[in-house]
């Protein structure tokens, strides 16, 4: 930690000492062409010292990888702290150490943030960022009650402000200051204002409920907006003079403030509209369709900058109306981009704004002090931010069926910090007109590190201190979202029946519109197929449990032991003969004591039927059958697809090289069938597909039916332990959760039922079914290897193990897992 | 059952009020709304609900017109189903989704979300043994999805495999080699859901306004 601060200051210190006699008075990010190196060759050089040629990107990009660096250090460092102070807080501290040294370099500030800088290149990613990951729904629910804070909250505390300034002002508070009543209202409107930068920054270190992160989120969001809107009519009326104003311009500017409120909303919503438009065509520049995300929103912000209109409303709109029609668009590889990239462009201007922050403020031209009026500005914006907040939720919770509690209402208040948007407009103020604009720079920056480095670090111990409710713990629980969407569905309902127009009327209607229409226009057929949120859930929750079997397969010497299970399974028909033969009657036995629903199916049948589970007897595996990949070798052949030659190029701009064409995946796939098909007319005899098993799970289980799973939950238990040590919290809680769930796969209960199309060949053929299921699994059933019989009777590996319970354990658990058994190990063989 | 007045009778309001928290006003308006919906006859039976065409869209419209015709749901300790219920009940059911008082107690509050999350339970467990069978929630949640058009029987059943897999991992943990998962029972349910705050999530605004007009 100490040593990365060391290198980041030493950074800067080369930095400033390498640059300083060169970028004097010039600021960073305007370029100069003038500075063309004219001197006459007098022979031809080797090499040259081009600086000019390369200076203001060069300064541009080593200012980024100073931040990068202040960032890394101070995650360092705020590790080490356990945490205390935000990182926000940080960074601006550290920032004041830069600045110091760049003065101290310097003798004076050569680096300052720029308002276009801030306004242009790092606040619209991060207002493209948040929308872009809004929380839809709640977002909506709440947003009256959101937007309730940010046009009226904003407005009250900036005329609150800003008047009360005046008033004390007049009463000589604040000595003699040549700033009028307009000036006072222009800085209440600049001030007024929750940044969201700051609140995202804070608040997500904290986790609070989400009713009262969405409130303080959204509000900081679309109160920008309306500070903006506000600080440009007020700048209006203090460049139109205070005697010009009269009652029509004073309309004039609330027909503006609503004008550039809602026109900037609805031109985000049109952008919108265009880039879920053209994502729906972008399936075959998958490259670079990720990169239209950013360039929409970045061209609505402008655009909207460009009308004069609210352009952080504009991108806030764009991103929270597009992403869903986006999301299910694009290509899961491309979305994937889209969110690490905007995550990282955001994360990135955030790192940089409070660290120039920080910088900024070492300036000796700036400061301008003046006591009364900032400490004044410190404890009115304090004040009013509680009243304001109490007073309008006094008002909403009238309204609301979940009143807004008490200790929220504190947490709200404080957590009104202001931030770069304040500073970005106060430094935009115009002098010519504001004669004591440095004095508002400077109570502006002081109220900005006032609340974020005081209030942001004070605000966890708050929180907990007041026991606000905190988030509730939200990982992928299937069970609640399918319990929320049955909420949706029976509010509605009663509703309905109780004949009442509600808030789940309207939501419903919404829902019904959007689906018909909105979605029809704005998603790809294919996108709208499964776009269904709980599928994609269900979806990842197969992932993981893929990857989770995948990972085990490699701790245990991956593919060998893959390959193992194929090999024991090579010569079944052998085994069958010698080993098989005597446990036979066992099976028919205890198989009848199971009421499977299937009185005459044979044991064969059964045990063909069941794929070779994961989780059964790895270790038994290893090492055994070494003769037997001689025979595994030519199953391999006999079976697996040739891999051709492929003409792909090595390296391709436009393309990830993929291994397969689709001809392949064809010939793989219709192999397969064929070979099943096979196998299904063999193991037909003797089965009556009609009948399902359904009541199983509802018999009492015996011993022998689990024998086996204890064995398995035992190690993944075991392992998940040791394997993950080393990993952090985080992944460690993953691993147990579903290591816990692929114990759950082995009870009995899940046993899917026997007709499931796909997996078992017995009861329906799945090639006369849709073979292009929205399930997972099945979609990668294509890929699968050529099924032979042999390779279905898997458990024979009863060999190692052959007490019939154990057999019936491996009958009965290979059942349950085959679901997502195939594509897992088969899968991996095939691609190797 | 079916002894209530079709006449609004001050009286019994007040009695009903009582047991079921809603006010007067309210009563009255979902008193209308019963005669609206039973054609002015004492009781309602499951007709008269299918006929609210909003609720024809419904997924799982069978549940929740299931649900009125619930003993379990009365507050009697009886089980069973019947054919037609009276105002009474009616209003008994209406109350699971009334949005609790302002200030309220602690054990209300829990007592509050008891309720709402058997009514809940009792939605999903249709033979009434205390457990939601994989085949019941199976059932439920293939209805659930069955009007999203993007998911098939298939999904939805591997979806509800897949949770009811998630109920066992979290309830019971690593079972026990004789272990045999039954069923999601009430308190597993109760465990499940505790993040959901529901006492705030499932209820819906009854107005003192009468809108049965406007929606039919």
């Known amino acids: 930690m100490a040593s990365s601060t060391y290198i980041c200051l030493l950074r800067a210190a080369f930095l400033v000492c390498l640059v300083y006699p060169l970028v004097k008075g010039n600021s960073v990010e305007v370029p100069n062409p003038h500075h063309h190196q004219t001197e006459n060759l007098t022979g031809l050089p080797i090499v040259t010292f081009k600086w000019h040629h390369v200076e203001t990107p060069y300064l541009v990009a080593l200012w980024v990888f100073v931040a990068g660096l202040a960032k890394l250090s101070v995650i360092q460092l705020n590790h080490s702290i356990t945490g205390v102070f935000p990182e926000s807080g940080l960074l601006i501290i550290l920032g004041f150490i830069l600045g110091g040294i760049v003065v101290g370099a310097d003798k004076a500030q050569t680096f300052k943030l720029l308002p276009s800088t801030f306004f242009y290149y790092l606040l619209p990613q991060i207002i493209l960022d948040a929308s872009y990951f809004m929380p839809n729904k709640l977002f909506f629910r709440n947003l009256g009650a959101i937007l309730i804070y940010a046009i009226f909250g904003t407005c009250w505390n900036a005329a609150a402000v800003g008047l009360s300034l005046w008033g004390c002002h007049e009463a000589g508070a604040m000595g003699d200051l040549n700033i009028g009543l307009l000036q006072f209202l222009l800085f209440g409107g600049l001030i007024a204002a929750v940044d969201p930068v700051a609140v995202i920054a804070v608040f997500e270190e904290v986790h609070v409920n989400e009713v009262l992160f969405i409130l303080v989120f959204g509000e900081s969001l679309l109160n920008d907006g309306v500070t903006v809107v506000l600080y440009n009519v007020f700048d209006g009326f203090v460049s139109l003079g205070g005697p010009m104003i009269d009652a029509a311009e004073i309309f004039k500017g609330i027909c503006s403030f609503v004008v550039v409120a809602f026109g900037g909303s609805f031109v985000g919503v049109a952008f919108a509209i265009l880039l879920s438009l053209l994502t729906r065509c972008t399936k075959h520049v998958q490259i670079i369709e990720a990169g239209f995300v950013f360039l929409v929103g970045y061209l609505s912000y402008l655009t909207v900058e460009m009308l004069s209109l609210s352009a952080i409303l504009s991108t806030t709109f764009c991103g929270v109306c597009c992403q869903k029609y986006i999301n299910a668009n694009m290509d899961e590889r491309s979305v994937t981009t889209v969110r690490h990239a905007m995550k990282m462009l955001a994360n990135g201007s955030e790192t940089m704004i409070f660290l120039f922050l920080g910088v900024t403020a070492i300036d000796t031209e700036i400061w301008v002090w003046n006591t009364g009026f900032i400490l004044l500005t410190l404890l009115f914006i304090f004040i009013y931010r509680i009243i304001g907040v109490f007073m309008f939720t006094w008002m909403l919770n009238k309204f609301r069926l979940v009143p807004v509690e008490l200790i929220d209402q504190v947490v709200m208040s404080y957590g009104g910090l202001r931030g770069a948007v304040a500073y970005g407009l106060a430094a935009m103020l115009d002098e010519s007109t504001i004669p004591e604009k440095k004095l508002m720079i400077s109570t502006t920056l002081i109220v900005v590190y006032f609340t974020v480095i005081l209030q942001g670090t004070t605000m966890k111990p708050l929180v907990q201190w007041l026991k606000v409710k905190r988030a509730a713990h939200s990982d992928l629980k299937l069970v609640e979202k399918l319990n929320n969407r049955a909420f949706d569905h029976i509010l509605a309902a009663v509703e309905d029946i109780c004949g009442r127009i509600g808030d789940n009327w309207w939501t419903r209607g919404w829902n019904r519109f959007e689906e018909k229409y909105i979605s029809w226009l704005l998603m790809k057929p294919k996108a709208r197929k499964n776009r269904d949120y709980l599928f994609n859930i269900f979806h990842k929750l197969n992932l993981e449990d893929a990857m989770n079997y995948v990972s085990e397969g490699e701790r245990q010497g991956s593919l060998a032991f893959i390959r193992n299970d194929e090999a024991a399974n090579v010569d079944f028909k052998k085994q069958f003969d010698s080993e098989f033969a005597d446990v036979m009657p066992d099976i028919m036995v205890d198989m009848s004591n199971y009421d499977f629903g299937i009185e005459n199916i044979s044991a064969a049948a059964i045990v063909k039927d069941t794929i070779p589970s994961v989780s059964l007897d790895i270790h038994g595996q290893d090492g055994k059958n070494v003769v037997d990949d001689i025979n595994a070798h030519r199953l391999l052949q006999q079976h697996l697809y040739r891999s051709r030659k492929h003409h792909h190029h090595k390296y391709s701009r436009s393309h990830f090289s993929i291994n397969q064409s689709e001809e392949e995946v064809q010939e793989i796939f219709q192999r397969t069938m064929r070979s099943r098909l096979e196998s299904f007319k063999s193991a037909k005899m003797g089965v009556n597909p009609t009948k399902k098993i359904t009541k199983f799970h509802k018999k009492d289980p015996t011993d022998k039916m689990n024998g086996h799973t204890e064995g398995n939950g035992y190690l993944y238990g075991d392992e998940a332990d040791s394997g993950v040590g080393a990993d952090g919290a985080i992944s460690s809680t993953f691993m147990r959760d579903t290591y816990k769930m692929g114990a759950g796969i082995e009870n009995p209960v899940f046993m899917p039922d026997m007709d499931s199309p796909v997996h078992s060949p017995v009861h329906s053929p799945p090639w006369l079914l849709e073979t292009e299921m929205s399930v997972a699994p099945s979609q990668r059933a294509q890929r699968r290897l050529p099924w032979t019989p042999n390779r279905r009777l898997a458990p024979m590996r009863i060999s190692t193990c052959s007490t019939d319970s154990f057999l019936m354990a491996d009958v009965s658990s290979t059942l349950e897992v085959h679901e997502e058994q195939p594509q897992s190990d088969n899968g991996e063989s095939v691609f190797e | ?216």
């Not at chain 2, 949770?163 to 943990?173: K, P, Q, Y």
Request: with cysteine.
């Open chain 2, 1 to 216: 059952m079916g002894s209530f007045q079709s006449l609004p009778d001050d009286h019994q309001y007040r009695t009903l009020s009582q047991k079921t928290g809603f006010s007067l006003e309210q009563i009255g308006i979902l008193h209308n709304r019963f005669k609206q919906l039973s054609q002015n006859e004492d009781t309602l039976r499951r007709d008269d609900l299918k006929t609210i065409q909003d609720l024809e869209s419904n997924p799982i419209r069978s549940q929740i017109i299931e649900a009125f015709f619930d003993k379990r749901n009365f507050q009697k300790d009886a089980t069973g189903s019947v054919q037609e219920i009276g105002f009474e009940e009616f209003l008994t059911v209406m109350s699971y989704f009334r949005a609790p008082a302002h200030q309220i107690t602690e054990e209300q509050r829990e007592e509050i979300r008891r309720a709402k999350l058997r009514f809940l339970f009792n939605m999903h467990d249709t033979d009434n043994d205390g457990t939601i069978t994989l085949e019941e929630y199976r059932h439920v949640v293939e209805e659930l999805l069955s009007r999203s058009g993007a998911l098939g029987r298939e999904t939805a059943k591997g979806i509800a495999d897949a949770a009811m897999l998630e109920v066992a991992s979290i309830t019971v943990g690593p079972m026990a080699p004789d272990e045999f998962y039954e069923g999601i029972t009430f308190e597993q349910f109760l465990k499940i859901l505790k993040g959901v705050e529901i006492e705030t999530r499932m209820h819906i605004r009854f107005l003192n306004m009468d809108t049965t007009v406007l929606c039919k």
